[in-house]
């Protein structure tokens, strides 16, 4: 078996296609067009704005009634189809392509189409072997992958709204996420940021509580075809950033920004300005209407909550928040203590 990588345009494989040169090898692909539309999509809106895809794979044979080298997908189908079928006209972007939403292919402007033709792929092509050998490969290069974490299952499973919207907000706030450390890159790398998201809508919506992977999915789902609080929430969040950012910002480096408790932070602001549900009745703190009552005097409340953290102070007079800092950081018990007090560090008037 001999494995050549090589370069071709979209243009280069339609025509390939068209002239049945590349064909479809069934064997080792899924039934044809199985990708919901919102996944079609996204795949043509990845073209479209010049990032890359993973590589797909052609078997290389003679066709000995014609003499010409035939080529079939034994991997990338359902790329390839969708390229295809999007060139032909066959469906449209849907919203989750920011720029191209609603357009066919022969509505893009002459230098759209043009880019996605000229789009180069990577294909691995691979001559001289028999079914056995293209199993056996597979095989190997799936026993060096990572497994899918729940987050990444996520987003593999649902393309609809609400995946849509978590990808906008995350696009829009993930460089702060990562350039304050909240979360590291190889956690940004597998979509941890995505969950994070989800993460607060899920505080929006349940108040401080235990979560599960079940309960995020089920945001997906809940949220997969309808979205009415998509436009409050969003709108929410950026408020939430954008405050933290221009006028919080003594907070990054310090124990504040560990993911936990940023999130129990973001949870707090929330809280203090709008509500969230149930929190008021245990903590005894009804939302205020505002962010912080001082703003120098939260940030110092804040970087003395960090402090206590990061020394492990369990006897000093923020006890309880290290406590509920330094073990079971998912749990009830602990979010709510770390919400309250931050609520409190951020209501301080001097």
Known sequence: MKIEESKHSIAELIDLYRRKDLTVNEEYQRAPRLWPPAARSYFIDTILTGFPFPKVYFQ??????????????????????????????????????HKFAGK????????????????TVSVDVIRNAQ????????????????????????HSEFYGLFKDWVNRLVEDWGPLLSEWKVLSSRSIVRMEDAEFVSEIVLAFEEGVISTSNKQ???????????????????GRIDEI???????????????????YAFLSLITALAHNKWGIPGFAEVSKLEPTGDFVRNKRAAVNA?????SAHETKDVDGKYRDYVDASMGGSNRVKQRMI??????????KAR
């Open 302 to 306: 804040l970087l003395e909550l960090a």
């Open 131 to 154: 079914k056995s050998d293209i199993l056996q490969m597979f095989r190997r290069m799936n026993a060096y992958t990572l497994p899918l974490n729940d987050a990444e299952k996520r």
């Open 216 to 234: 995020l999915r089920d945001l997906y789902e809940k949220y997969d075809e309808e979205f009415d609080q998509a436009d409050e929430w969003a």
């Open 241 to 259: 950033m954008a405050f933290i950012q221009q006028e919080l910002s003594a907070i990054q480096g310090t124990h504040m920004t560990k993911s």
């Open 338 to 347: 770390r919400v309250t007090s931050i609520c409190k560090a951020l209501r």
């Open 60 to 97: 290389e044979k003679l066709n000995k009634a014609t003499m010409r080298p035939q080529r079939e997908i034994v991997d990338g189908q359902q790329r390839m189809l969708t390229i295809v079928d999007y060139k032909d006209g066959k469906f449209a972007l849907s919203s989750n392509s």
């Open 104 to 119: 066919r292919f022969d509505q893009l402007a002459e230098d759209e189409q043009e880019q996605f033709l000229t789009y």
